[in-house]
């Protein structure tokens, strides 16, 4: 079953084509691996999914619902999530109340009810911060509940970010460079994370540099070159694939 | 440490509680004025200090509040306390109307917009539109608050008025703090591309957050109005929402005690120098710059929010 679908997307920056025609999909349970060299397109694709930008053509299907005019909160509603390449914490705030944002669209106290906490106001925080003290547990981070983001370790922000994506529920987690600025070590812990995630139920979208991570980790791999789609399949094709060779590697001139 | 500040926090009410009887008619009338503006800026606080949009036109909404109070009390003969909820619900209907169009727009660009409308607003006033606001010279004779049927005149009593006043609107924000909403507000502020990407309809809390400043603000407007009984276009100016912007980034965005602290030393102390004229307002700017340079979150920034982390949620109540 797939549970996103792409077709057609395009996107252009002024003169420049940032996504040509990119069609694929995403099987519902899996994790698929979007790669390519930079400036590919590739997070360009994901801020066109999550609605940051407006697909120029093209439509994007989440569970068999077009979400390509939908703002960003919606979509996040609806069940897709996702982390920054450049790591957007919020920075001053607790670890806990990074992972609190998350929980925000499963909630519905406003404004009347934060003033006067009626009982079930009180009862949804309460459930609220347990979730959230869950997915602290999830990534390992519990014991950091009560430090600012900023002051956690790369490697952990990266980590709360995915956290802070948990906590929406989603279907659908979309994963920007995860493993950017981490240590091998951090990287095969990432891994098994990435592995509890699917194991949750939840489909996985990334992009990643490193190779090793997407070969170990990802069941489908699709590659960009140039805003078109050069490649799509497991990762043994892919890493046969002449076009995604020569893409990486450059062709040897005669 | 959480002790200690609530010490201070209770010597400091318990003294303010005492004050009117140990001081004199004039410095009663300066915490007055103080407590209004205590009001005014913890309800800009929600705007400035915990979405961080920087909204310069306060005194737009505060003028909306007196205005709808001294026109209906002066026509109608309605009391003046009845009328401070629909001061606050005409103020935030005009916060809704005005916010709804600019609430997109970045920080300075926001800025200049909400300078904008202040002066507007000044200039609809001053030139007597659909001829109810009487113009430059304003409204007078509007009633002097009745509260269970005692009419509240001396600067005392309306010490123990605005004051109570005071101490709900921080009852209330603290509540209002320490929620889902609050705290959207801060994601917002703090980065609100990541807010959207979790989940937070961004433009929708902005706005909730513009009409609430703006109900608290209209309501301010009702008790300033029963305290001077005559009110002036120029009560309203721009410069009046510069000190409440000046009073929330000098106390500390998005802190309650910072913000109650920084009205004593924005509106209090320029009192204490009057002798000294108007170098006072040169130290002041200093003083500013200074700040600004060397501490720019403020005099008391806002502590963590505090959790209950076993599991029960209650969130402790650490102001």
Known sequence: ?254 | MKNKRWIVYLVFTALLMASPAMLNRYWTDVLNVVGLYVMLALSLNIILGHCGMFHMGHAAFYAVGAYTTAILNTTCNLPVLWLMPVSGLLAGLFALVIARPIIHLRGDYLLIVTIGFVEIVRIALINNVFGITGGANGIFGIDRPTVFGMKIRTPAQFFYLIWFFVAVTIFLFHKLEHSRFGRALNYIREDDVAAAGSGIDTAHYKLIAFVIGAVWAGFCGTLFAAKMTIIAPESFNFWESVLLFMIVLLGGRGSIPGVILGTFLVIGLPELFRQFATARMLVFGAVMIGMMIFRPEGILPPQPRAYRLDGSAEPEEAA
């Open chain 1, 1 to 254: 079953m797939t549970l996103l679908h792409l077709e057609h997307l395009t996107k252009r920056f002024g003169g420049l084509m940032a996504v040509n025609n990119v069609s694929f999909d995403v099987p519902a349970g899996s994790i698929v691996g979007l790669i390519g060299p930079n400036g590919a397109g590739k997070t360009t694709v994901f801020n066109l999914i999550t609605g940051n930008y407006r697909a120029d053509n093209g439509q994007i299907v989440f569970d068999g619902r077009p979400i390509g005019s939908l703002p960003t909160h919606r979509i996040v509603a609806l069940g897709v999530a996702r982390t920054f390449q450049t790591i957007r914490l919020f920075q001053k705030l607790t670890a806990l109340e990074n992972v609190l944002a998350g929980c925000h669209c499963r909630m519905k106290s406003g404004s009347i009810a934060a003033m006067f906490q009626p009982p079930w106001q009180r009862a949804e925080e309460a459930r609220a911060l347990d979730k959230a003290l869950a997915e602290l547990r999830f990534v390992k981070l519990e014991n950091q509940a009560m430090n600012l983001a900023e002051n956690l370790s790369y490697g952990n922000q990266r980590l709360l970010e995915v956290a802070r994506a948990l906590a929406t529920e989603p279907r659908l987690i979309i994963l920007d460079e995860p493993a950017g600025g981490m240590n091998d070590q951090e990287t095969a812990r990432l891994i098994d994370t990435i592995r509890q995630i699917q194991a949750r139920g939840v489909t996985v979208l990334l992009i990643e540099h490193d190779m090793s991570l997407v070969m170990k980790a990802c069941e489908k791999i699709v590659v960009l070159e140039n805003g078109a789609k050069i490649a799509e399949g497991g990762p043994r094709e892919i890493q046969a694939n002449p076009r995604v060779i020569e893409a990486y590697l450059g062709t040897e001139e005669e």
